[in-house]
């Protein structure tokens, strides 16, 4: 890449009416390391990265020599702190700087918070180890996301019985989804478990000033077809209840005492809406040796162009039972477009998606789910405005560049590429992801589930490390929600007055 590229970054949640603030968020940027750093790595001489990260830590451990820019959610629902650690001395102008990796991760929990804030902790320290991971090779990369998704999945079990059992005495059913955007020079890697989607915004042409949604991700619902096979073929079981398809906990009845034997009465409990996640211990099939809830994600790489790909939008469920895609991309655009004339409030992207699908779960008089937004904008170096909205932030080569500080914050929290020719179509793959756009549907039930239906597929060039395609373009239906109230953030004023250095900010 002859020129750097930015990432404008936002960040932006809120508990909704939940009694419990499940859903986690992180940003990170690091140094690429060199070559002699990955070779002393293999042969043992430097342990990179041995040190574990302590989740309250606000500064984390990375690869020797490198810079960390960490966005780090709080474990209390009304803030999110980012902290940078700098190199203490400056390296010499004739050293070649590393290139920037930046790194974005959405989880929403359930069962309890402990899945969730494990991966947020962990999960990206697993990726970074997997052999391969820095390869040049698509291939490797994904399969190193694999891994690293199953290394973090594993490394829950020793921390199991230090969680919290469940009010019936039982081990901890904490499980999480987990989607992760990693971009690396002119690629982006994207993996996930579970229904938090990401949302790739693309301009086909400069002269076109409309941006389609394209559906990077697509969730992985006990119903689907690939998903029941799997499930059922791991001796587990998909049943409906308050028409909502969910996976079987097969789980000895509470009465019973003593080891679990052929006779021991089982029940079937229909208890988690996804197929994939990280943690849901619960559900190891002892007979096959696997987890009916596959830790497994699915993965996809995506050669950048600026030309044409201008927003990157992760979010929980929260979010995307009440925002469509295509909604929430025009949003981001119409947004930038009224800053860029000043016909606006200078607010970030992140918190008009979020408030925004707030809204829309008050109107129908629902109780809000946890709801919580990533928003990368994908711009050449130095198109970013020099006054950035508060709990946004700018990766790039030169250093991060933090938003200003609010005068207020009720009701708010919070690369490098080179130009290309190659079109979205010959550069954007999905492994087991169908061409399905998500549609939202009116319903009174108070559970909302997005439903999918199949659309045709363009013929995509393939990648080496994906085996299926995903649509050129996707379209969605739009519907609008409502919640009974939401929590604010109360104490964001006094974190955000601690930390006004441009390398520290809250969001």
């Not at 698509?138 to 059992?165: N, Q, T, Y």
């Not at 991700?217 to 209840?241: C, M």
């Not at 779960?361 to 709801?371: F, G, P, V």
Request: overall charge neutral.
């Amino acid at each position: 890449m002859d020129g750097i590229f930015s990432c404008r970054s936002s960040i932006y949640y809120d508990q909704g009416g939940r009694k419990y603030m499940e859903d986690l968020v992180t940003m990170k940027q690091e140094d690429e390391p060199s070559e002699d750093e990955l070779d002393a790595a293999e042969r043992g001489e430097i342990a990179a990265p041995a040190k574990e990260p302590n989740p309250d830590a606000s500064i984390q451990d990375s690869i020797p020599g490198s810079i960390t820019v960490t966005y780090v959610q709080d474990d209390e629902p009304s803030s999110t702190l980012q902290q940078a650690s700098m190199p203490s001395s400056h390296p010499s102008k004739n050293v070649r700087r590393p290139r920037a990796v930046a790194m974005f991760a959405v989880f929403d929990g359930h069962g309890g918070p402990d899945a969730a804030r494990f991966a947020r902790s962990h999960l990206w320290d697993h990726i970074k180890k997997q052999r391969g991971f820095w390869s040049e090779d698509d291939d490797e990369v994904c399969a190193a996301l694999r891994k690293g998704f199953i290394s973090c999945h594993h490394a829950m079990w020793k921390k199991l019985p230090e969680w919290p059992k469940t009010v019936t005495g039982l081990p901890s059913t904490s499980g999480t989804t987990a989607s992760i955007v990693v971009i690396r020079r002119d690629r982006m890697y994207v993996a996930h478990v579970g229904d938090s989607a990401v949302v790739l915004g693309v301009q086909d042409h400069p002269s076109d000033e409309f941006i389609r949604a394209v559906e990077i991700t697509q969730d992985h619902k006990p119903e689907l077809p690939k998903e029941r096979e799997r499930i059922e073929g791991l001796g587990g079981s998909v049943i409906k209840k308050s028409g909502v398809n969910r996976v079987v906990w097969k789980r000895p009845r509470l009465t019973h005492n003593g080891p679990v034997r052929r006779s021991t009465v089982i029940d079937q409990i229909p208890f988690l809406a996804v197929a994939r996640a990280l943690g849901d211990l619960w559900s190891y099939d002892f007979y096959s040796g696997e987890f009916v809830v596959s830790p497994e994600p699915d993965t996809a790489v995506i050669k950048l162009n600026l030309k044409q790909h201008r927003y990157v939008i992760l979010g929980s469920d929260g979010l995307w039972n009440m925002v469509s895609p295509q909604e929430a991309v025009s949003i981001c655009q119409e947004n930038d477009n009224a800053k860029a004339k000043n016909q606006t409030e200078n607010v970030s992207n992140a918190v008009l998606l979020v408030n925004h699908a707030l809204l829309r779960w008050r109107q129908r008089m629902l109780r809000a789910d946890n709801t919580s937004a990533i928003v990368i904008c994908l711009e050449p170096f130095g198109t970013s405005s020099e006054c950035l909205p508060p709990y946004e932030i700018v990766y790039n080569l030169q250093g991060p560049k933090c938003g200003s500080v609010p005068k207020s914050c009720t009701n708010s929290l919070p690369t490098q590429v080179l130009p290309c020719n190659d079109s979205l179509e010959n550069e954007t793959h999905c492994d087991g992801m169908p061409a399905d756009k998500r549609v939202l549907e009116d319903d009174s039930s108070p559970v909302l589930k997005k439903r999918r239906h199949s659309l045709s597929q363009s013929p995509l060039k393939e990648s080496s490390c994906t085996s299926s395609k995903i649509p050129s373009a996707q379209s969605s239906a739009r519907s609008g929600g409502g919640s009974n109230g939401q929590k604010q953030s109360e104490n964001v004023q006094a974190l955000l007055q601690q930390h006004v250095k441009t390398t520290v900010c809250v969001c």
